[in-house]
């Protein structure tokens, strides 16, 4: 696919004569050390003539340690914060963490533009953003948190909205290896939706005789109902995939039990299977839902089964979402007459999971 063209030289070769000039000197070896690229920037990206508004806010979060937040001003719940956010002057690297087609950007410095590559899976496109003031604050803060776990102590980090609330609804995302990049995507989307998120890794794989696994989630229910920024009411599990069965458990055992279990994608196609969520599904309400492309397991079976199972308790609800992939994004698509689409969250992903969530509190 060709790039799309500039005005001005291409971003690549810029970007190698800016490297050269500011390893060079202009007396004697000495060498320049310029700010990093804090800021908010705006521009488009263009691909098959489907132009999409970007917006990047750089943040230097510690001595010269840069994060980044992306937004698409025109995708509700497509932001992120990035991942891996690599800068040596003038190049800048970053990408979405945890997606199988996840976005990634590689720009060049030049003043007050960025002028680089917008990848997503197979797509590529060339853009320029430009400067456009101070970086917006995040509308959450990350806080060191600390629980006890068989008389030691042990760490992670709440993301605590930013909001008027003094106290949030919290949701534990409990991620083994398989599932931390899509906890960690969930979390930044829960954080900026007015929960309190922390994700709590857990060892991989995670096994029905993981009973190490099972009693750190419950450790950490406990712990937070102590959190001053924690509605203790309102404390509930994020699980995911394989591994939910294993864990769900966890839910019942916190003493008082959670409040709520989101489930996504979770295997539940045999009687077996899902007997674990039928069972915490007894005590506490459940949401469980699914990614129709998602071709890891038996979508439609194990969607029945649990809506089967689930439908008829009060509060519990199971959901599918057509086309969306694993992710619950539905992919980006060319039309027969050639238009692009761009990906976009499922229709209704978003606001149908955080409406149920703060259903919780109102009950």
């Known amino acids: 696919m060709p790039f799309l063209p ?5 971003w690549l070769v810029c970007g190698l004569m800016a490297g050269m000039w500011s390893a060079c000197s202009s007396g004697g070896g000495q060498t320049t050390t310029l700010p990093l690229p804090t800021g908010h920037y705006e521009g488009p990206i263009s691909y098959q003539g489907a132009e999409l508004r970007v917006a990047l806010d750089l943040r230097e979060e510690s ?4 994060s980044a937040d992306l937004h698409f001003p025109e995708i509700a719940g497509l932001s992120f914060a990035a991942a891996n956010v690599r800068y040596k002057e003038p190049q800048l690297m970053f990408e979405q963490p945890g997606q199988p087609s996840a976005i990634a950007v590689n720009a060049i410095r030049e003043g007050d533009f960025l002028r680089g590559v917008f990848t997503l899976d197979s797509v590529k496109t060339e853009f320029v953003w430009v400067r456009r003031g101070q970086a917006a604050a995040r509308v959450y803060q990350e806080k060191a948190f600390a629980f006890q776990l068989q008389g030691q102590s042990q760490r992670l980090t709440l993301l605590v909205p930013t909001d008027t609330s003094s106290r949030h ?4 995302l409990l991620a ?3 599932s931390a990049g899509s906890a960690a995507t969930r979390a930044d989307l829960l954080a900026r939706q007015g929960f309190l998120a922390v994700v709590v890794p857990l060892t991989a794989p995670v096994s029905e005789t993981d009973s190490a696994a099972l009693y750190r989630a419950v450790a950490v229910v406990q712990a937070l109902r102590k959190e001053p920024s924690a509605d203790s009411t309102q404390i509930g599990l994020w699980l995911r995939g394989s591994s939910a069965a294993a864990l769900v458990g966890a839910a019942g055992l916190a003493q008082p039990k959670a409040a709520f ?12 299977q899902a007997r674990p969520f039928l069972q915490v599904s007894r005590q506490l309400p459940v949401l469980a839902l699914y990614a129709a492309a ?14 089967t199972a689930l439908g008829g308790r009060r509060g519990s609800m199971v959901r599918t979402f057509p086309q969306a992939n694993a992710d619950f994004i539905v992919p980006g698509r060319l039309s027969a007459d050639g238009k692009w689409t761009w990906p976009q969250p499922a229709p209704n992903f978003v606001e149908g999971l955080t409406t149920w969530l703060r259903q919780r509190g109102q009950r």
């Open 169 to 172: 609804p919290v949701v534990a």
């Open 261 to 272: 279990v989101v489930l996504e994608n979770v295997p539940a196609a045999s009687t077996v």
């Open 176 to 178: 083994d290896a398989a």
């Open 63 to 66: 001595p010269g340690k840069l």
């Open 294 to 307: 998602d071709t890891s397991l038996n979508v439609r079976e194990s969607s029945r089964r649990l809506r």
């Open 6 to 10: 500039f005005q001005r030289c291409s």
